[in-house]
């Protein structure tokens, strides 16, 4: 008789084990760690403490996101090397170097403007190659070694290490950025990157070796880049998952920028109570993280697939719920915008436990160009999503009020929720067509 422990662990099997598991999710903490510092922190230091134009932190980081058009590339070098623990640690090596790089472009701009933003152009492109790098590898190093059984709480448990790392790094770098000098700001960004570095070098150390993952030499006589991308697109599967995470992705951010301004010009919610609100979604997105990740893994509870599609459609019912909200006293907002973040986490941890079993399928040594794909399309789609959800709501508000403009881009957003879900029950698994392999997916 099976224990709930071992029911929620699993028992010893092949492929990477758990603490093995929290060493990747280590270096994905690492990877958030740094990154908020460049999406939040110099933001808010460029916008508020420079007084410069919000367009200009809006420009870098959209930057940021068109670099990850590269991932492919950096996937595709790790396939190709032989061994991905050098892509990770070069990856980080080079996103800690620009993040201190761009924070030291902000002690140029008052001074000389036009210098700290070349200087800050450099180092956000380079934040992007490194993110991209160091991400990819680190996808495509999960997916060749943890065992499909576990790729639903292995996904929940890195992703919820990334968030805890963007939350910690938030909360303790603003305690020791105040009061603000250029100096202190250089000095902060400085440690949390050493810091980084250190500690996701230390965790991904050997983990190859200790999981038998892919073969340590290069691979001889490898074909060229873009003839390996061609044979992956032209994989069913791997291009309607490409496909799929685009346009989840893009609907899953299109409210990053409006919901906040919605609850303040809709509902006359104060700073505080607005930000709470976004508070309100994250503690739900990590409760559907929680969901899936004990629900496929521990408890047997459905397939990646039905989660994946249930979260999808629960996204869109639960945007129809926040844009009726206004005439509907009945349905709390914040109970709608909590229930938005469970659908979120639930679909996206389920697609990317998806997105490591179907690295895994087609010609070997192209997982991480696979997740290189998948990568781009997942960060281009978080910034047209955001940028669009914005825009659609300036011209939607320029010809109607508030409470309708707003609820037009929920919709529409809850429309491509449901677009994805349809997407997502067309992508299949060569690995189901086994009875074996069926009974792990849960399908």
Same mark, same amino acid.
């Given at each position: 008789m099976r224990t709930p422990g071992?029911?929620?662990?699993?028992?010893?099997?092949?492929?990477?084990?758990?603490?093995?598991?929290?060493?990747?999710?280590?270096?994905?903490?690492?990877?958030?760690?740094?990154?908020?510092?460049?999406?939040?922190?110099?933001?808010?230091?460029?916008?508020?403490?420079?007084?410069?134009?919000?367009?200009?932190?809006?420009?870098?980081?959209?930057?940021?996101?068109?670099?990850?058009?590269?991932?492919?590339?950096?996937g595709y070098g790790s396939d190709a090397g032989g061994s991905?623990?050098?892509?990770?640690?070069g990856g980080m090596a080079v996103l800690a170097l620009s993040i201190i790089g761009a924070a030291a472009s902000t002690w140029l701009m008052p001074s000389s403007l036009w210098l700290g933003v070349g200087a800050a152009l450099l180092a956000y492109?380079?934040?992007?190659?490194?993110?991209?790098?160091?991400?990819?590898?680190?996808?495509?190093?999960m997916a060749t070694t943890v065992a499909p059984r576990r790729r639903p709480a292995a996904a929940t448990i890195v992703w919820l290490m990334m968030?805890?790392?963007?939350?910690?790094?938030?909360?303790?770098?603003?305690?020791?950025?105040?009061?603000?000098?250029?100096?202190?700001? *250089?000095?902060?960004?400085?440690?949390?990157?050493?810091?980084?570095?250190?500690?996701?070098?230390?965790?991904?150390?050997?983990?190859?070796?200790?999981?038998?993952?892919?073969?340590?030499?290069?691979?001889?006589?490898?074909?060229?880049?873009?003839?390996? *991308?061609?044979?992956?697109?032209?994989?069913?599967?791997?291009?309607?998952?490409?496909?799929?995470?685009?346009?989840?992705?893009?609907?899953?951010?299109?409210?990053?920028?409006?919901?906040?301004?919605?609850?303040?010009?809709?509902?006359?919610?104060?700073?505080?109570?607005?930000?709470s609100l976004a508070g309100t979604q994250h503690q739900g997105v990590f409760a559907g993280m929680l969901l899936v990740g004990i629900g496929a893994s521990g408890l047997r509870i459905g397939s990646l697939k039905f989660w994946t599609v249930a979260g999808c459609l629960a996204s869109a019912a639960s945007l129809a719920a926040i844009a009726a909200a206004p005439s509907t006293p009945a349905i709390p907002l914040p109970g709608a915008v909590f229930a938005l973040g469970l659908s979120n986490g639930a679909f996206s941890v389920a697609a990317i436990a998806s997105m490591m079993g179907l690295a895994s399928e087609g010609a070997a040594r192209r997982e991480g160009t696979r997740m290189g794909f998948w990568g781009a399309a997942q960060a281009v789609g978080f910034g047209l999503g955001a940028?669009?959800?914005?825009?659609?709501?300036?011209?939607?508000?320029?010809?109607m009020e508030d409470a309708p403009a707003y609820g037009a881009v929920f919709l529409a957003e809850g429309l491509l929720f449901v677009v994805a879900a349809a997407m997502a029950l067309r992508i299949t698994s060569p690995q189901a067509a086994s009875p074996a392999a069926a009974a792990i997916a849960g399908e």
């Open positions: 071992a029911m929620l662990f699993g028992a010893p099997e092949a492929g990477l084990g758990w603490l093995g598991i929290f060493r990747l999710g280590a270096v994905q903490l690492s990877l958030g760690a740094i990154v908020v510092l460049a999406t939040s922190t110099l933001n808010r230091v460029m916008v508020v403490e420079l007084a410069l134009p919000a367009m200009l932190p809006g420009l870098l980081l959209g930057l940021h996101y068109a670099v990850q058009l590269s991932r492919p590339r950096w991905r623990t050098t892509w990770i640690i492109f380079m934040i992007g190659v490194g993110v991209g790098a160091a991400g990819t590898s680190t996808l495509a190093l968030i805890f790392g963007i939350a910690f790094t938030a909360v303790m770098a603003g305690k020791f950025l105040d009061p603000f000098t250029p100096l202190r700001l *250089l000095t902060v960004v400085s440690v949390v990157a050493a810091l980084a570095l250190t500690l996701a070098t230390v965790a991904v150390l050997g983990i190859e070796k200790q999981a038998a993952a892919a073969p340590a030499e290069p691979e001889p006589n490898a074909p060229a880049f873009f003839k390996v *991308l061609r044979e992956v697109w032209a994989e069913a599967p791997a291009r309607r998952f490409t496909i799929f995470v685009f346009v989840s992705m893009f609907a899953y951010n299109v409210q990053e920028l409006i919901l906040e301004p919605y609850a303040g010009h809709v509902f006359g919610y104060s700073l505080g109570e607005s930000t940028a669009g959800g914005a825009l659609a709501a300036d011209l939607m508000r320029a010809v």
